[in-house]
T-cell receptor
């Protein structure tokens, strides 16, 4: 158990819908990262937050947004869902942005039908 | 942009034997970190081992060790005394050290599926 929690574990929804994925980092970790794992794209970085502020953006679609709250939990919002958005979404956390090790949560499996 | 290549999509090993997984990377940075993560069927991403580029000594963690060749940009993982529980996808990952303004994101290879035969 890495100490990073993600809810829900599984999510099944329809095209065009909107969902919210939630992540709680390890106690004491200030930086949160979101990654997407799909069969065709592999593991890709989406976005990073540090202490409530966006720090870096990767291959995140405009239909996707995220935020980190004062209690340091983070949410990833996915809207106007398409079949291709079906993937495993991971949250990871580290103490500080420049701390080398990121610890991953168990992931949320999103299925878009 | 940094890239990570794992040239072996699948590998197999007999229980108790040794196996080496390959990883090469491309970067122009001198300060960076390298990692191996394990993803068992549960899908959890588990950190196996990490290596700081400035350290010449190869990292070891129990039965897991790396062969870090900085000039060749190679970072292989050796698993000794393989166990059934080692069966998983293994991902090599690169992270900038940040000194040259690089991103703190992890860049992953496509993974190697390891099968352990009893």
């Amino acid at each position: 158990d890495s100490g990073v929690t993600q809810t829900p574990k599984h999510l099944i929804t329809a095209t065009g819908q909107r969902v919210t994925l939630r992540c709680s980092p390890r106690s004491g970790d200030l930086s949160v990262y979101w990654y997407q794992q799909s069969l065709d794209q592999g593991l890709q970085f989406l976005i990073q937050y540090y202490n409530g502020e966006e720090r870096a953006k990767g291959n995140i679609l405009e239909r996707f947004s995220a935020q980190q709250f004062p209690d340091l939990h983070s949410e990833l919002n996915l809207s106007s869902l398409e079949l291709g958005d079906s993937a495993l979404y991971f949250c990871a956390s580290s103490v500080l942005p420049n701390t080398d090790t990121q610890y991953f949560g168990p992931g949320t499996r999103l299925t878009v039908l | 942009a940094q890239t990570v290549t794992q040239s072996q999509p699948e590998m197999s090993v007999q229980e108790a034997e040794t196996v080496t997984l390959s990883c090469t990377y491309d970067t122009s940075e001198s300060d960076y970190y390298l990692f191996w993560y394990k993803q068992p069927p549960s899908r959890q991403m588990i950190l196996v081992i990490r290596q700081e580029a400035y350290k010449q000594q190869n990292a070891t963690e129990n039965r897991f060790s790396v062969n870090f060749q900085k000039a060749a940009k190679s970072f292989s993982l050796k698993i000794s005394d393989s166990q059934l529980g080692d069966a998983a996808m293994y991902f090599c990952a690169y992270r900038s050290g940040g000194a040259q303004g690089g991103s703190e994101k992890l860049v992953f290879g496509k993974g190697t599926k390891l099968t352990v035969n009893p």
